[in-house]
């Protein structure tokens, strides 16, 4: 498959994706931390779940582990072609400017394609972006679990290629407290500037 129909269908689903996430989430007016901008059926308390999940080391890790500090959370897969990379660099930038201002947060990325995202390649993909990116990866059983405990919707379209196949995908970020509490989230049109102002303040009031 070239690369040009390769864009054309991951911009294609990329729309789908974003109407879709959506009818879960939806950016309003304040909660009651006075941070937040987003709000949910349920509240962000009903997002999250424990899990044991493989690092970009090859080292087994639990949700404890991996959320020892504030996280911005975000799954995708590394052969997306334009909306997981351009997601993955804000949160990046996001991160380091909540960092400049003598906070910390560390940027989380959980696959949604474990089958071709091994611990090898999550590790290639995630130094493009910060050295201290976590990527995780795991049993397509596994990752299920995760993806359902942040009701993210993911559907590999592999019945005609099994190898360069697009994966349709969600794309909020997720703020993921110590305690592995979900406290926020961002849709992928939020600048950096907005996130880190909102990440400082969690952390803020969490202190």
């Known amino acids: 498959m070239g690369d040009r129909k390769i864009l054309l269908i991951g911009s294609a689903a990329a729309i789908g994706l974003l109407a879709g996430g959506a009818l879960f989430l939806t950016q309003q007016g304040g909660a009651a931390s006075g941070c937040s901008a987003s709000t949910v059926a349920g509240g962000m308390d009903a997002f999250g779940t424990e899990f044991t999940l493989t690092r970009q080391d090859g080292q087994r890790v639990t949700s404890a582990e991996v959320f020892d500090k504030p996280s911005l959370l975000y799954f995708g897969y590394t052969f997306c072609p334009d909306v997981c990379p351009l997601d993955s ?48 990866t795991g049993t397509d059983e596994e990752i299920a679990a995760v993806n359902k405990g942040w009701r ?15 994966v349709d995908h969600m794309t909020n970020t997720y703020l993921v407290m110590p305690g592995e509490q979900t406290v926020e989230f961002f849709s992928r049109d939020t600048p950096p500037e907005v996130m880190a102002e909102t990440v400082a303040c969690h952390i803020d009031a969490a202190s």
């Open 89 to 136: 660099a804000r949160n990046a930038e996001a991160a380091a400017q909540v960092d400049e201002g003598g906070r910390e947060v560390q940027t989380v990325f959980i696959t949604v394609d474990p089958r071709r995202d091994t611990p090898e390649v999550l590790s290639d993909y995630t130094s493009l972006f910060s050295d201290d990116m976590i990527g995780l």
């Open 152 to 166: 993210n919707y993911y559907k590999a379209n592999d019945a005609e290629d099994q190898e360069y196949y697009l």
